[in-house]
Nanobody, 128 residues
Framework: QAQLVASGGGSVQAGGSLRLSCSAS????????MAWFRQAPGKEREGVAM???????KYADSVKGRFTISKDSAKNTLYLQMNSLKPEDTAMYYC??????????????????????WGQGTQVTVSS
């Protein structure tokens, strides 16, 4: 079983920054693939960044160059540093965990159904 607790959301103006945190209590096998998803009202949940335990990362095109995913293994914490925020980044953000094969795929990591473990979500609101 895994427990994920996300935090760090808030309201910022466009161009601002936020750092999301996800405290993870997971068994090793099920957290080789960690990711951040977001869901805006009326839209599907989409993967924005993933981190494989071996160190590889992938990003959605919409956030490349602005968001950075990282982890502190000693603290079992996943982060998402979000810079140059835009109003279209406004959404509920979730952290998720899955097995390593999900992150190895160029497409599966962006699919919410591939992740069995989820945090509760933290709201990010960016005003123009």
């Amino acid at each position: 079983q895994a427990q994920l607790v996300a935090s760090g959301g808030g309201s910022v103006q466009a161009g601002g920054s936020l750092r999301l945190s996800c405290s993870a209590s997971v068994d090793t096998y099920n957290h080789h693939c960690m990711a951040w998803f977001r869901q805006a009202p009326g839209k599907e949940r989409e993967g924005v960044a993933m981190l494989h335990s071996a160190g590889s990362t992938k990003y959605a095109d919409s956030v490349k160059g602005r968001f950075t995913i990282s982890k502190d293994s000693a603290k079992n914490t996943l982060y998402l540093q979000m810079n140059s925020l835009k109003p279209e980044d406004t959404a509920m953000y979730y952290c998720a965990a899955s097995t390593g094969d999900v992150c190895a795929s160029s497409t599966r990591w962006r699919v919410a159904g591939a992740f069995p473990y989820w945090g509760q979500g933290t709201q990010v609101t960016v005003s123009s």
